[in-house]
């Protein structure tokens, strides 16, 4: 269905600054910004020329320390904020010729609900804490334009077994889950619609080992089974991995380091990475 | 009560309340803001409703006001006797006879005419409300048409209940565009709503936003492919009093034998009925 040698999701020139701006933050080039706010104006700028590709049934980790930016490009690509400036494409999506940060609302909720699938780091973002878990799932379909409810029921059940939740508790509201149960709930929900893009923010932060295992074991299959392309964010080596074939590493909302997980790990080129990769337990 | 403008309301403030109903007219079904004045009844107590009436009522119109089908209950009879005092127009209980008329969570039975307008009190005019508490993303979900929320809400009914179990207010599109809260009607009425040959106009004083269906406009009922909106099943009950059948019926238990009996819930419709003034 998507061309393997052309990437499915194509980001360029990524910006996402919180505050105006000042004439010296501005005039500044961005390499010498040290850290990632400007100490006149206090602008944060979260992600600077963030350009990266994701090609069709890959993995692609995206690591780095706190305030990196990390989570700010997942929330920037499923349009929970608005970008300063950048672009990014999907392939097959109008002609993969149609910026989709300058889409209008209505098509940037066509894309939410039919191209891209997404797990909070945090499930009460992702999550109606007093819908039923089956009506959660049914959230995402209704929105692409599902009206059945025979159909939506019994995918969501199909979901749901798929990661494991009791089928005596899939009408049972998130809010009385586990954290590892509401993380599953968020994976089965993003893959409702049968994405091509998976972003994954952090989804075993917060999680005790097992529980963590289960969950990236979960991941690896449904990537085996369904061949979605995946975003995973972590700030966590071991996610990345286990879980990534390609990594990029993000220092102060740029990205300074990209290339093969191994590569990444084995050789790393930028001071930041090496430290990063030397205090990995 | 001469020392009263009238209709209660000085002439600026009526044309502003007609301007937001024009507009009303002429977004089928999209809820217009307005200057919800204070008014000698509390708010949530059919202020909206009442400042329409006040806005649009005229010397030649008779004027009916009914709460649940009822034209004597405390709340009708004061609306209608503040209307009476501030303007001198003709009261009625014969639907057929109004011009006006003013309902809380009823369409009268008989079928309403071109002639005639109904004004609706609503207590709560966002159908996204349950849902969404912030106004200003519920006006950015109407905007882009985004119902999703509220097909969810319907959604986890059937879940837990079956059915989609709204006793009332169950949320309908208007014109292929806005969805709207009819009011807290019961569903029997929803469909009096479709191709309406009066102009429905509804009031919330309270959420200070007037809405509209106007003449001969598409109203659906929101259903599921595989569950199809359903009205309250009325046809196996008979009004003890005038014999109707096929009516929005009130349910009530004799003190004396505790049967259960079932009455009529439009009380002029009944009553019309007993005096042979319309066809059994």
């Not at chain 2, 009261?91 to 109904?118: C, G, K, M, N, V």
């Not at chain 2, 492919?225 to 014999?243: A, S, T």
Request: with cysteine.
């Amino acid at each position: 269905m998507y061309d393997k040698e052309q990437p499915i999701l194509t980001i360029k020139n990524l910006r996402k600054q919180f505050g105006k701006g000042c004439t010296i933050c501005r005039d500044l080039d961005d390499k010498n910004i040290q850290k990632n706010f400007c100490p006149v104006c206090q602008t944060v700028y979260a992600c600077r020329d963030v350009s990266f590709e994701l090609y069709p049934a890959e993995i692609l980790g995206v690591v780095g320390e706190s305030g990196s930016g990390k989570s700010t490009l997942m929330k920037c690509l499923y349009f929970d904020q608005d970008v300063t400036s950048g672009e990014a494409y999907i392939q097959g999506y109008k002609n993969s010729n149609a910026n989709i940060f300058t889409e209008t609302s209505q098509q940037k909720k066509y894309i939410r609900n039919h191209l891209f699938g997404m797990v909070y780091q945090n499930p009460y973002l992702g999550l109606r804490m007093n819908f039923s878990s089956v009506g959660n799932i049914a959230e995402k379909l209704i929105g692409a334009g599902s009206r059945n409810v025979g159909f939506m029921t019994g995918r969501a059940q199909e979901l749901l077994g798929n990661v494991n939740i009791p089928i005596y508790r899939m009408k049972e509201a998130p809010k009385n889950f586990s954290g590892g149960m509401q993380q599953r709930v968020q994976i089965a929900k993003a893959l409702s619609n049968n994405p091509p893009i998976l972003l994954l923010d952090e989804v075993t932060t917060g999680l005790d080992l097992s529980v963590q295992a289960n969950v990236l074991d979960l991941i690896k299959k449904i990537q085996r089974d369904l061949k979605i392309s995946m975003l995973v964010v972590s700030h966590d080596l071991s996610v990345i991995r286990i879980l990534a074939d390609r990594t990029i590493v993000m220092l102060n909302g740029k990205i300074i380091e990209q290339g093969l997980t191994d590569q990444i790990l084995e050789d790393p080129q930028h001071p930041y990475t090496q430290q990063l990769v030397h205090s990995l337990l | 009560m001469k020392s009263y403008n009238f209709a209660f309301f000085d002439e600026g403030s009526k044309r502003e309340i007609r301007r937001a109903t024009l507009k009303a007219i002429a977004l089928p079904g999209y809820q217009v803001p307005f200057a919800s004045r204070e008014m000698p009844i509390a708010r949530g107590w059919g202020t909206g409703g009442l400042q329409l009436t006040l806005s649009l009522v005229g010397k030649d119109d008779k004027i009916k006001v009914i709460d649940q089908g009822a034209d004597e209950s405390v709340n009708a009879v004061n609306i209608k006797k503040l209307i009476k005092n501030t303007t001198d127009v003709e009261e009625t209980e014969f639907t057929e006879e109004a011009t006006l008329i003013q309902s809380r969570h009823r369409i009268p039975e008989i079928e309403l005419r071109e002639d005639q307008i109904l004004v609706l009190q609503v207590p709560i005019p966002e159908p996204l409300r349950e849902i969404e508490p912030s106004e200003y993303i519920t006006k950015r979900l109407h905007a882009d048409k985004e119902y999703s929320g509220i097909w969810l809400m319907l959604f986890e009914r059937i879940m837990k209940h079956g059915s989609m179990a709204t006793g009332a207010d169950h949320p309908v599109l208007v014109n292929n565009r806005y969805v709207m809260a009819p009011s807290p009607i019961p569903r029997f009425d929803n469909h009096k709503l479709n191709n309406s040959k009066a102009l429905i106009l509804l009031g919330a004083g309270r959420e200070k936003k007037i809405y509209a269906v106007p003449p001969y406009t598409e109203v659906q009922s929101l259903a599921f492919e595989d569950y199809p909106f359903e009205v309250e099943n009325m046809d196996d009950k008979v009004c003890r009093l005038c014999g109707a059948r096929g009516v929005f019926m009130d349910e009530l238990i004799d003190e004396e034998t505790k049967e259960k009996y079932y009455q009529c819930n439009d009380v002029s419709y009944c009553l019309q009925r007993l005096n042979n003034e319309i066809a059994n």
